[in-house]
């Protein structure tokens, strides 16, 4: 019999994630509070513009200088500060070389990724940006940054086009940022070695059934299996199956997995090497394993729409998705339970999540600003943007970021060094099935003390 | 369920509901038994017609006691005691975090960006194709011709064997704004297809409950002015989008001199649809009826405006299945909302 009385689900860890939605708008998503707290929206950035909608993101993770670049639909390329919400730089997406204005114009951005590792001169350039448009056309160019000189030279930007026909629609970087892959709508897959700009491996497509019956090539999510291995693919179709390449031994999919009746629309990888997160254009939520090609099973809880990204934490067993029911949930892996879920009022396209975030930073700025972080939330939580508050928010980040970021920095050595986990983050794990913690304050009250 | 209630029952048996209490031989010992226990008939009806009028006779006093009790505080001056509202579903519905506010920046920003907006703020007129499902019959045409005459700038076509998807970009060359797809199964309408164009949404609607014009008692005949629409209780962001749908399929500019009225009631997730003719009457209510005495009171007239409906136009109820992002494409498309069988834990909680 359906229950009449409320469920509240557990909560999450600290966490801190951005959605990217087709208004145009990035909220960023934290959760506060060590072992159960709520997600909230803490900040929203940018007008409500429909044209300016989210095409495609990239994130660089790094403790120094984190850069999150966004495609809008106008053409245009931003480059935010993740932290604070302003625009480093914008570039054209049709940049340099596009002799051809009408072709470009309606050609939308399909992908989108910052290089992480290469940062040669971090005064001037911001780094180097990979593009992949629908029709094809790639390009690698240097990003530099607004308030640098003009006359700075840059690399000339490095084109090249993927496939004749058809319609590029996923796009994936491995890990090592030496190889690209490219798939789409009668687009096989195409491995890229950026290096040399050349296509080193392309997918065949499977063999026709008994009837004679092949079904048309149609990419819609892919993703490097390892970290530290560029031959492991693995990709989702539109006929809702989940494909294993492996460059080293054949161009046919490997293994591959039918789930459900609905197209993948998004695929990531675990950090473990061998899981991979699905998601489909009806809500369902799966992870397989794929070093036997089986279901580890489904996510259940409440997703009713496209579910258009997936993000996993590096650190904690948590996956973030979101999709075009409005809603971010965040899961456990182990449990696959629902740990929360905030609606965000708009059709989501992208969710990353900052790993650098840590509750112990929050304590240090939490009795020095309560009131605006409270005023803000309430504000934002309404949906409305506070320039006030933002300035003000950000600027006493400013002034404390420069003595927290050596906190920070000797936290994560530490963390490196020792190999275990932050102790809280083991509290919260093993606290999960029995209860929520109600009384964290006293922890909290303790930290500050020290 | 039926042992728990006995067993509350039997805690509470003060009262006496349903129980008649047995001396039995052991005074100590009283058994409680149901007055369904008892197999005689006409004994067991005999017990429970009894049950029946105590318990009547319990709530008239209630009753009487109350308005006594809100007449007097009325008499004295004070507040009459407060009455008692009922417990019900709509009441107890489950906090919603997704109903819209009237103070959201990005609802309004999103309504002008969605789909819809171009026919909402009239700078296109709404034009509206109706088909049908393959096999169409009995009371499938006659619903049609019903929807017909509602839905103003409306056109028929045959189904035909063309594939809806074709069907989709024929309409696109013509300029229509939206699609209605009558769906029939077993020789009645059973589900409704609402395509937005050029790339608007597909909401897929359950039809149940439909009765036709010629079956209402004392309907009327709709004229041909443009209706005015009337939304009610599309309160969740879904609600408000599905709501915005169902606006884009009529012209914005209704014409009140036709008087007539197309409501879409939306309650507990079923919408219900009805059509009606409405007109303004002036009645003179006379003040002091129940005075029969005094002739001084008959001279007060009081005169009141009141509105009578003529019910005319089909009625039925609708419920979404389904709202598909881009037009209809059930294997390949993306879903907004769908609905799924473990969305339905609460009986407090809907949707629209």
Known sequence: MPRTSTVESPGCPPLRALTTDSLGLIKVVEVRGKGGGTPQVVETWGPPDASRSVLATSYADRKKDPVLAVARKNGLIEFLNPLKGDVLTTIKASESGSTDQSASANDLLVGLHFFKSKQEDSSSMLGTLLTCTEKGKVCIRSVGRSDAPSDQSIDSPNEWSVTNGGQVLCSSLDPSENYALFGGKHVELNLWDLNSSKKIWAAKPPR??????????????????????????????????????????????????????????????????????????????????????????????????????????????????????????????????????????????????????????????????????????????????????????????????????????????????????????????????????????????????? | MAKEKKRKAAEEAVDGDDYIERE?????????????????????????????????????????????????????????????????IENTRELDETVCRPDDEELFAGNDADEFSAVLKQQTAPKVLITTCRFNSSR??????????????????????????????????????????????????????????PDGPTAHFRLSNLVLRKDIKNHGNPTSHEPELVLNNFTTRLGHRVGRMIQSLFPQVPNFRGRRVVTFHNQRDFIFFRHHRYVFEVKEKKEGLKDKKSKASQGKTEKKAIARLQECGPRFTLKLVSLQHGTFDTKGGEFEWVHKADMDTSRRRFFI
């Not at chain 1, 259940?300 to 934490?313: F, V, W």
């Not at chain 2, 409306?154 to 074709?166: D, F, H, M, P, S």
């Not at chain 2, 024929?170 to 300029?175: F, H, M, Q, R, W």
């Not at chain 2, 229509?176 to 059973?190: A, L, M, Q, W």
């Open chain 2, 140 to 197: 499938g045409p006659a619903f049609i011709k019903e929807l017909l005459s509602v839905i103003p700038n409306a056109q028929y076509y045959k189904r035909g064997t063309y594939e809806l998807k074709k069907i989709v970009e024929y309409a696109k060359n013509k300029e229509f704004t939206s699609i209605i797809v009558v769906h029939t199964n077993r020789r009645e309408p059973d589900a409704l297809l609402l395509i937005g164009l």
């Open chain 2, 24 to 88: 039995d031989k052991n005074p100590k010992k009283q058994k409680l038994i149901l007055a369904s226990q008892i197999k005689n008939k006409e004994k067991r009806s005999a017990v429970y017609a009894k049950l029946k009028h105590e318990k009547r006779v319990e709530k008239r006093k209630k009753i009487k006691a109350r308005d006594a009790a809100s007449k007097q505080a009325l008499e004295l001056g004070e507040e009459p005691p407060e009455k008692m509202v009922p417990r019900t």
């Open chain 1, 208 to 450: 026709p059934n008994n009837l004679g019956i092949s079904i048309p090539t149609w990419f819609t999510a892919s993703t490097f299996l390892c970290k530290d291995d560029h031959r492991k693919i693995v990709a989702g179709t539109n006929q809702h199956q989940v494909r294993l390449y492996d460059i080293t031994s054949q161009r046919r999919a490997v293994i591959s997995i039918d789930f459900r009746e609905s197209p993948i629309k998004a695929v990531r990888e675990d950090t473990d090497g061998h899981t991979v997160y699905v998601g489909t254009a009806i809500g369902d939520l799966a992870s397989f394993d794929m070093r036997t090609g089986k279901m580890v099973g489904c996510y259940k809880g409440k997703c009713c729409g496209s579910i258009r990204s997936i993000a996993k934490h590096p650190g904690l067993p948590l996956i973030a998705s979101c999709g075009l029911d409005s809603y971010l949930r965040i899961w456990d892996t182990n449990k696959r339970q629902l740990l929360s879920a905030v609606f965000l009022k708009q059709h989501l396209t992208s969710v990353v999540i900052d790993s650098h975030f840590t509750a112990q930073e929050l304590e240090g700025t939490k009795p020095e600003e309560p009131t605006s972080q409270s005023e803000v939330r309430d504000q934002s939580d309404q949906g409305g943007n506070c320039d006030e508050e933002r300035s003000r928010k950000s600027k006493k980040k400013r002034k404390d970021a420069a003595g927290k970021k050596e906190k920070k920095m000797k936290m994560h050595d530490e963390e490196q060094i020792s190999g275990i986990e932050d102790p809280a983050e083991k509290d919260w794990i093993d606290e999960l099935p029995i209860s929520k913690r109600k009384n964290h304050s006293k922890k909290r009250g303790e930290k500050q003390l020290d």
